[in-house]
């Protein structure tokens, strides 16, 4: 995770339809439901990236938009 939000730093906004981002991370058919994607996969990376101390430019707004 932390790779493709370094990739888009300098992009300002990013829009990511969740489906491709599950893709991104390689979850493709796992956690359909936006809560268990958030629960398993989005905030263990947001914990992990954190900790790691590369955050300084991370402030990533995970939400969902029906499209």
């Not at 992009?11 to 491709?20: Q, S, T, W, Y």
């Amino acid at each position: 995770m932390y790779e493709l939000l370094k990739r888009w730093q300098y992009m300002g906004e990013v829009v990511i339809r969740l489906d491709d981002l599950r893709m991104m991370v390689g979850a493709g058919d796992k956690y359909s439901e936006y809560h268990n994607f958030k629960k398993r996969v989005l905030n263990p990376a947001k914990k992990e990236i954190k900790e790691s101390r590369k955050s300084s430019f991370l402030r990533a707004n995970c939400s969902r938009t029906d499209s």
